[in-house]
């Protein structure tokens, strides 16, 4: 859309697009959103102005188009300017509270087979000049991604995961590089224990947006990795099992971290929704959901909502399963997609870490 005319009016800005349709932008609207230097700082983006505090401003001398600079001014009564970018006005043209980013419905899988395009790329390919655009693509479609041909090193795989962004630091460190002979294992992770389909960082507010998993050294039997999209279970529920949808949607579960100088506890609902009802965050994880109790007729709907979940993330049809390989590199989105583990004999050599979420989502808005 662009700007056909202004139509100064008593309540604000009425600006006529040049499909017919209008909007008006209250005074204290532009102005508080000038992006004028003084009012907006040109490096940081921070808001300068403060029209709190100022003498109010809604007495104006004259309103301009200007087509070259693609923005509205606005002259005020005191001689002070508020300009708006035709940007700005575009993306805000329609009003709404703001909304958290969804999850991308459109490309979710229930099965393996409903993958359209296997995310997978060699490490050549993400280290080249579009690869890092490719490697998000794919996580924001189907909720993973696959890196083969990679150097079996710790420091290979750091390089990638910083070539994101920054890793994350948590109660395990940051980058780091684990086995399965532990000798005091503080997660079931680091053991050769089979592990159900669940989501990390329950018991923390912020859970992890990505987790990245390389296999370093392998002799071992057993050990396979399984995928399972947690919002296609959501979106599945929200369809066939509409009352248990809405409880999981509502009803904070609480998921705990205890040890000996630690004692973590976060609570939300299973499926985190938006103002519109969308998906933002699939939280699940049965072997750290803490003791908590409801009345006794919710909590008998709980259950029954809850085992809906676990019995489908659980379902072998709904999992896509691999082996873990020195050389291939794992990245998955752990707002939306479950992971799990069959339990191995013998020796493994693990190396990751995590990734904030908004970082992920910064790099999307700038691709």
Not at 2 to 21: C, F, H, M, R, V
Not at 48 to 59: A, G, H, K, L, Y
Not at 142 to 160: H, M, Q, R, Y
Request: proline share 4%; aromatic share 10%.
């Amino acid at each position: 859309m662009s700007i056909k005319s202004l139509n100064p009016q008593n309540d604000g800005l009425n600006i006529i697009w040049n499909d017919g349709s209008f909007e008006i932008f209250p005074w204290l609207w532009i102005r508080d959103h000038s992006e004028n230097e003084k009012d907006l700082h040109p490096d940081s983006k921070q808001r300068q102005i403060d029209v709190f505090t100022e003498t109010p401003q809604d007495s104006v001398i004259e309103t301009v188009v200007d087509q070259n600079s693609k923005k509205v001014v606005v002259r005020w009564a005191d001689l002070t300017e508020s300009s708006v970018s035709f940007n700005l006005l575009k993306s805000m043209a329609k009003t709404s509270n703001p909304n958290a980013q969804a999850l991308n419905n459109d490309t979710c899988w229930n099965y393996p087979s409903e993958i359209k395009t296997f995310p997978k790329m060699t490490y050549d390919e993400f280290m080249s000049d579009k690869g890092l655009k490719k490697w998000l693509m794919y996580i924001q479609e189907n909720g993973f991604v696959l890196v083969s041909e990679a150097p079996a090193s710790s420091e290979a795989t750091k390089d990638l995961m910083e070539r994101m962004a920054y890793v994350r630091n948590s109660i395990f460190g940051g980058f780091s590089v684990w086995d399965n002979k532990l000798d005091n294992p503080d997660d079931t992770a680091f053991t050769s224990l089979a592990i159900e389909p669940h989501t990390d960082g329950t018991y923390v507010h912020d859970a992890p947006g990505l987790q990245t998993l390389h296999c370093l050294k392998k002799d071992s039997v057993g050990g396979e990795n399984q995928l399972v999209d947690g919002l296609a279970i959501a979106e599945t529920m929200r369809k066939e099992y509409p009352e248990s949808f809405r409880i999981l949607s509502s009803i904070n579960i609480p998921g705990r971290y205890i040890k000996t100088d630690t004692y973590l506890e976060a609570m939300r609902p299973l499926f985190r929704l938006n103002d519109k009802g969308k998906v933002i965050q699939v939280s699940f994880n049965n072997h750290d959901r803490a003791p908590f109790r409801l009345d006794n007729k919710m909590m008998s709907q709980f259950y029954e909502a809850y085992k809906i979940f676990h019995n489908l993330a659980n379902n072998k049809s709904r999992q896509f399963e691999f082996m873990l390989e020195p050389g291939t590199v794992l990245t998955f989105d752990n707002w939306r997609v479950l992971h799990a583990r069959a339990s191995l004999t013998g020796y493994r050599q693990l190396c990751g870490g995590y990734h904030n979420r908004e970082d992920f989502e910064s790099r999307l808005r700038l691709i």
